[in-house]
């Protein structure tokens, strides 16, 4: 299996300095992710399964929000940035302001929302608050810069000072048995000192913000272009958020709690990949510019790796994850065993739709991502309003597996022009098995001395 993915490794689009950035990135995503589980199981022990429930329902609601006030232009502006360096204070300053002119009217909506919906008060509250994160997100427009430059190590270090400031103070509040609604601020917090650590890097690095500027045509442009990204990206959180939302509203906060919990181990790992994969995205789309041969054989490896690691996490959470719940999480959390062995699964086919999504966007195809998020939100909503009041949490996770593997992958054969991403994935799916027969032959070979 090791030959297998570093075989993989070395044939990827990486020039050296792509290979230093993706590094960066990666360690990063590694300690925020060891570091993160270790602060949510002490939130999770501290809360208990229902008010779990509130604060994993209420990040589901705002990851919603925040996803309508990126507006779908982060990827558009990395790829635009890279295409013409020479416009670079037009691209992100007009990107900024569209960004701040969505996000102040989408919070004035929430607010008025909120009211409506029969959830109790302090459970409202928590979600407008971790929600106002959007109005500091704008200047995520930053990160884009240095990813088109390849310098993610500025980015990766206003990351870890966030992180050591979030965790220092999460873990304060857990220790002075602060509220639910004190922890959702630690969230609010959390994104106003990175967005100011991004400005501070930014001037350093590259100059004054005062010199971004908007353009009316360059944001007429980008507009057009992200908006079925937007509708799309949408609709994909939609289908990987909706589940909690309807467990909430169907079942208890406490399925929620529970459900929470094991999607925080389930998918906290997909950070690295996905990190890998937005490394990669600018080398990719230089390397679309040179021969299609060469071009295919990237993506399949890119499938293949995905496929590698993510059937690996997924026997490990299938085996393990009983005693990984008791360890991390406590004998009130037994529930989140078996919901844990069904998601662990569900990181092969995220992985082809992220992946597959950036071959979209680099062919100017991005409406058909929203085609396919729309079926994907229809499909968990029927599977989730049919499983989820008999079954639950463990219904959801059925539910969420289903759809992944519709989106993911079978919708792909639908579609003529989706075929090569089809074959890719389905070769892609044949590596455990591989890997399996060498293991096998190998062991054979030993029996047989």
């Known amino acids: 299996m090791r030959s297998h993915l570093k075989g993989m490794l070395c044939r990827l689009p990486i020039s050296s300095r792509e290979r230093q950035n ?4 990666v360690f990063e995503r590694i300690l925020r992710l060891a570091v993160n589980l270790f ?3 002490m939130i999770a022990r501290h809360l ?11 990040l589901a609601f705002a990851s919603l929000i925040h996803v309508l006030g990126a507006f779908g232009l982060g990827d558009l502006l990395t790829r635009e940035l890279v295409k013409d360096s020479d416009r670079i204070n037009t691209l992100i300053g007009t990107v900024f302001i569209l960004r701040l002119l969505i996000a102040m009217p989408i919070l004035s909506l929430l607010a008025v929302f909120l009211y409506q919906l029969p959830d109790p008060g302090a459970v409202r509250i928590v979600v407008f608050i971790i929600s106002a994160a959007i109005l500091f997100q704008n200047f995520n427009v930053i990160d884009s810069y240095f990813q088109s430059i390849v310098q993610s190590r500025f980015v990766v270090k206003c990351q870890l000072a966030t992180l050591i400031l979030s965790s220092s103070l999460k873990l304060s509040l857990i ?5 639910l609604v004190w922890i959702a601020l630690s969230y609010l917090v959390d994104a106003i000192f990175y967005a100011a650590t991004l400005c501070i890097v930014y001037t350093q690095e590259r100059g004054n913000l005062f010199r971004w500027s908007f353009d009316a045509r360059t944001a007429r442009q980008l507009l057009k272009e992200s908006l079925p990204l937007l509708i799309a990206g949408f609709a994909i959180l939609s289908y990987m958020k909706t589940d909690q939302l309807m467990l909430n509203w169907m079942h208890s906060p406490i399925e929620v709690g529970y459900y929470g919990a094991a999607l925080r181990l389930t998918e906290a790992w997909l950070f690295v990949p996905i990190a890998l994969v937005t490394s990669l995205f600018p080398g990719i789309v230089q390397a679309r510019a040179g021969s299609a041969e060469n071009f295919q054989s990237k993506m399949q490896d890119l499938y293949n790796m995905a496929t590698l ?3 690996s996490a997924g026997v490990v959470f299938l085996f393990a994850s009983e005693l990984v719940t008791e360890l991390v999480y406590g004998e009130n959390y037994s529930r989140t065993a078996l919901i844990m062995q069904i998601h662990g699964f569900c990181g092969i086919f995220i992985l082809f739709r992220v992946i597959s999504g950036k071959w979209l966007l680099i062919e100017n195809l991005t409406k058909h991502s929203l085609y396919r998020s729309l079926v994907g939100v229809v499909f968990n909503v029927v599977f989730n309003y049919i499983f989820i009041p008999k079954w639950g949490a463990v219904g959801a996770a059925a539910c969420s597996l289903a759809t992944y593997v519709v989106v993911g992958y079978l919708y792909d054969f639908l579609l003529p022009l989706f075929r090569s991403q089809a074959v890719m994935k389905s070769k892609a799916l044949l590596i455990p098995l591989s890997v399996k027969s060498i293991f096998c032959s190998k062991s054979a070979v030993v029996r047989d001395d």
Do not use: N
Not at 22 to 25: A, E, G, H, Q
């Open 22 to 25: 993706t590094l960066w990135i």
């Open 39 to 41: 602060v949510w199981a």
């Open 48 to 58: 208990g399964p229902e008010s779990l429930g509130h604060l994993s329902y209420a």
């Open 175 to 179: 220790y002075y048995d602060a509220s």
């Open 309 to 311: 690691l993510s059937f």
